[in-house]
């Protein structure tokens, strides 16, 4: 193929727009039929700008292996043009106010991810198990006593990993509610159901930054032993922290430290449902509870996309990506790619998923991931040997988001030992 062809993605399909993201089994069969004929297409579709569409896994990895060629400015995420002109307009840059470590490139990207990485890997995780272990039984003991029925993404996995992420954080339990509220209107803020007010977040970002800015200046006051004063009195460079900085760090740990493994859990309890003999496995061989929790999240893959920009001309395939122009690579397209996975479809808790990218890949892949790993580990190794029976009592209801996803329903029937 001439490399200054662009293969346009087929009129029929649409796999980025939040809506497709409602209908599962669609998009994973468009998003199959685009693995095998057009693993890359170009895409110039209202209401975004144009864009490298990437659904190959080893593409993908390609991509964030190259973290010097392929950064995350100017453009992170899929966002109308229409509100991302008006942010240029309002506040100079895209991301306004917030700065975060997903918008940063080396060099200075490696600095502030230092700043929290005490918390998520090592020594610093392991002080975290016994609480965490404490929460999930806590939630499993509300599944006992609620009868054999919930909603297991409203009652349980929405409410466990944010009790875990306030807690890191030192944010008053009471207060979880409205995080709640906030997250979900900024990371989902393409479903009707959830978003505020038709802004893509922008409405809910200033009402969540000024309740983080007064818990920084508290910390900074009066720091404790919890990830907020870390942020609140850290250092780059020798310098403190900038207020802006340290802002948009807490609202980074708090939104995607909850939602993506909320998304993580609700998958995987669908998982169970839908898969029995997969519980099974588990059942008797709990030494798989790793395992699974890394195919849950290759399954459910919560992280719909990042979008990265190229720095100079790349040659993908046989496809010229030019200097300037963005590349977006499809997460769950990538995780269930048949020359990685067999069976991708289907969930299977004793799979190998060394291949997966849930977790992204590269200089850029989740400071967080054994923060989730160990949050499902703690839940489901606590509530599998108990199920004696698993069904679901409704249809699940996805969240319509192309960035961060999960269920907003997932009614369940359950017995337990």
């Known amino acids: 193929m001439n490399t200054a062809a662009r293969p346009s993605l087929p009129a029929h399909i649409d796999v980025f727009s939040p809506a497709v993201y409602a209908d599962e089994t669609r998009l994973h069969a468009d998003l199959a039929h685009l693995r095998r004929h057009q693993p890359i297409s170009w895409v110039d579709r209202e209401p975004y700008r144009p864009f490298w569409l990437i659904t190959r896994n080893e593409d993908v990895k390609l991509i964030g292996k190259n973290a010097d060629i392929f950064i995350n400015a100017p453009r992170l995420t899929l966002i109308p043009s229409a509100i991302e002109e008006a942010t240029l307009a309002r506040n100079g ?52 006593t609620a009868d054999g029925k919930c909603d297991f993404a409203s009652d349980i996995a929405v409410w466990y990993p944010l009790e875990i992420i306030a807690s890191l954080l030192g944010a008053p339990l009471e207060d979880a509610p409205f995080i709640l509220r906030m997250t979900q209107a900024l990371l989902a803020s393409g479903d009707p159901e959830l978003q505020q007010a038709g802004d893509y977040g922008a409405s809910a970002f200033m009402e969540f930054s000024g309740y983080l800015g007064k818990m920084l200046a508290e ?7 919890d990830l907020t004063s870390a942020i609140a009195n850290a250092t780059i460079g020798g310098q403190p922290i900038g207020m802006v900085e340290a802002l ?34 588990l059942q008797a061989d709990p030494g798989l509870m790793r395992n699974a929790s890394n195919e849950i999240c290759r399954w459910v893959s919560p992280v719909r996309h990042f979008l990265r920009t190229a720095t100079e001309d790349f040659t993908l395939r046989d496809i010229t990506i030019r200097a300037g122009e963005s590349a977006l690579m499809i997460y769950p397209s990538a995780n269930r790619d048949e020359a990685v996975f067999d069976d991708p479809d289907v969930f299977r808790v004793d799979r190998n998923t ?17 923060l989730a790993l160990l949050e499902m580990d703690a839940l489901f190794s606590r509530l599998a040997p108990r199920l004696q ?28 030992r």
Not at 111 to 122: D, L, S, T, V
Not at 219 to 225: F, S
Not at 362 to 370: D, K, L, N, P, S
Request: charged share 20%.
């Open 354 to 370: 060394s291949g997966h990218v849930a977790f992204g890949y590269g200089a850029h892949a989740c400071i967080g991931r054994q």
């Open 389 to 416: 029976s698993l069904e679901l009592d409704g249809p699940p209801v996805p969240i319509a988001s192309n960035f961060v996803g999960g269920y907003r329903k997932l009614p369940i029937r359950y017995t337990l």
């Open 248 to 281: 948009s760090y807490v609202l980074l740990v708090i939104t995607a430290g909850h939602d993506t493994t909320s998304g993580a859990l609700a998958g995987g309890m669908l998982g169970f449902a839908t898969h029995p003999g997969e519980l099974a496995k």
């Open 93 to 144: 840059s895209r991301t306004g106010a917030s700065r975060t470590l997903l918008d940063m490139d080396a060099p200075e990207h490696a600095q502030y991810r230092e700043i929290a990485a005490r918390w998520f890997i090592g020594s610093g995780l392991r002080k975290l198990t016994a609480h965490i272990e404490t929460i999930a039984e806590n939630f499993v003991q509300r599944m006992v």
């Open 219 to 225: 910390r900074q006051a009066r720091p404790t032993d």
